[in-house]
């Protein structure tokens, strides 16, 4: 028991100092030394009472730790999350590491930051980048956060109470198509080597990583069906994937591997392209002194480059880009530059407003929920319920816009 510089008994832990102030010593629940000051005994009590409440109810924070946020970060994905999908982890770190891991944040102590420091850095952001990117940082923080809470670093998960795009402008919104727009890029995608590939989009609606990941073993045009089976992904500037490479074959998104209805043009692109294959493995299509190379990993793809690796989005955005300067010198200079998702979501709004309903347009595209298909495409969609996927892709051969290159 302590005492008083009277010899008073002041309760254990207590003790009076010889400058008259009084001191209460204790062990918190992280295991620190903690000494708590002051010259009344009576204020010193109650700030001992409320410390170790704070204690009890685990509403302290460890004051010796010395984690940065950057370390946090790290340590939050390399040991907490490690069955997070690799290409979402890559996306989280290359946008942090983009966005604070140089800053004076990224460097500052965990236990010192406040809310404030992180609402004005959201607001900093939100000013220059979209939402997409706010909400993606806010992600990485909301998961180093509840790590810091877990460990006793912070007392709290404050980000979950912060706006991280108050200033960000609203996401592009990507259109489709009009018919009329439609003829024309197609009537010009035979000025690339992967045009066929274009148009197939245009009539299958695949995503770019599922169509780079088709085989030849994936088409079947007996049944006039496609399986979608893989989606093949690259990586061009973030390292490699846990396979060591920078092409990686996975699942296709949200698991969703299907079967799609071939109409004839998207059966002609199929011939078109293995006729077109023969040539290409023969070496009949060499540019630039690039021969073909067979690598076995990718010698079944439908698609291939000239020296026999996996396409990649780059490639496509380039040759996508002369189609359109073809088109603009030749007199259409309004006509847009646009990605390879506006030619999926063409195919899906030609689909709605040829009938296909909700339910039948989610199996076709592989959306995750049908709330995914009614907020992009109920606008367009029909009330019919009876019409049948293969009736309307049948319908895009023999519509105006079924015009493909000579």
């Known amino acids: 028991m302590g005492k008083d510089l009277k010899g008073k008994e002041l309760g254990q832990g ?47 924070s460890a004051a010796s730790t010395k984690i940065t946020l950057n370390e946090l970060v790290d340590i939050t994905f390399q040991e907490f ?18 966005l604070i891991r140089n800053t004076p944040l990224g460097i500052a102590m965990v236990a010192k ?71 024309l890029f197609q009537e010009y995608c035979g000025i690339s080597l992967f045009g066929d590939m ?40 973030r390292g490699l994937y846990d396979n060591g490479k920078k092409y990686k074959f996975e699942n296709p998104k949200y698991n969703s591997a299907r079967d799609i209805p071939l109409n004839k043009t998207a059966k002609k692109m199929i011939e078109n392209q293995l006729q077109l294959l023969k040539l290409l493995k023969a070496n009949k299509l060499q540019k630039n002194n690039k021969s073909y190379t067979k690598i076995d990993e990718f010698d079944d793809l439908l698609y291939l480059t000239r020296t026999g690796t996996g396409i990649t989005r780059a490639q496509i955005a380039g040759e996508m880009t002369k189609i359109f300067q ?16 506006t030619l999926r979501h063409t195919f ?45 892709l049948n319908k895009l051969d023999e519509s105006s816009y079924d015009i493909l290159p000579s």
Not at 18 to 41: A, H, I, Q
Not at 85 to 97: E, G, P, R, S, V
Not at 205 to 227: K, P, Q, T, Y
Not at 326 to 341: M, T, V
Request: hydrophobic share 35%.
């Open 14 to 60: 207590y003790s009076q100092r010889k400058d008259g102030r009084y001191c209460y010593r204790f062990t918190n629940r992280f295991g620190e030394r903690k000494s708590l000051y002051d010259s009344s005994l009576t204020k010193l009590r109650a700030a001992v009472k409320e410390e170790i409440g704070k204690d009890a109810l685990m509403m302290n």
């Open 81 to 98: 999350r490690p069955n997070l999908k690799q290409d979402t982890k890559d996306n989280y770190l290359a946008c942090y590491k983009r």
């Open 113 to 183: 930051i406040l809310p404030l420091d992180i609402q004005k850095t959201f607001n900093e952001i939100s000013r220059t980048y979209s939402k997409s990117i706010c909400t993606t940082l806010r992600a990485v923080l909301l998961n180093a956060y509840d790590v810091a809470v877990m460990n006793g670093i912070t007392n709290y998960n404050f980000i979950r109470s912060l706006k991280s795009s108050i200033y960000a402008k609203d996401p592009k919104v990507v259109h489709p198509l009009s018919v009329e727009q439609q003829i």
């Open 198 to 237: 274009l148009i197939l989009i245009l009539n299958t609606g695949l995503r770019a990583g599922e169509v780079f990941g088709l085989r030849i073993s994936d088409i079947d045009l007996e049944h006039d069906v496609l399986h979608v089976q893989r989606q093949l992904k690259y990586k061009s500037t």
């Open 326 to 341: 073809a088109i603009r010198e030749a007199g259409y200079s309004d006509f847009p530059s646009f990605g390879l998702h």
């Open 348 to 392: 899906a709004t030609r689909c709605a407003e040829l009938g296909v309903p909700c339910e039948k347009l989610k199996e076709i595209m592989g959306h995750k929920s049908i709330k995914v298909t009614m907020d992009v495409y109920v606008s367009v969609i029909p009330s019919n319920k009876d019409t049948q996927p293969l009736d309307v």
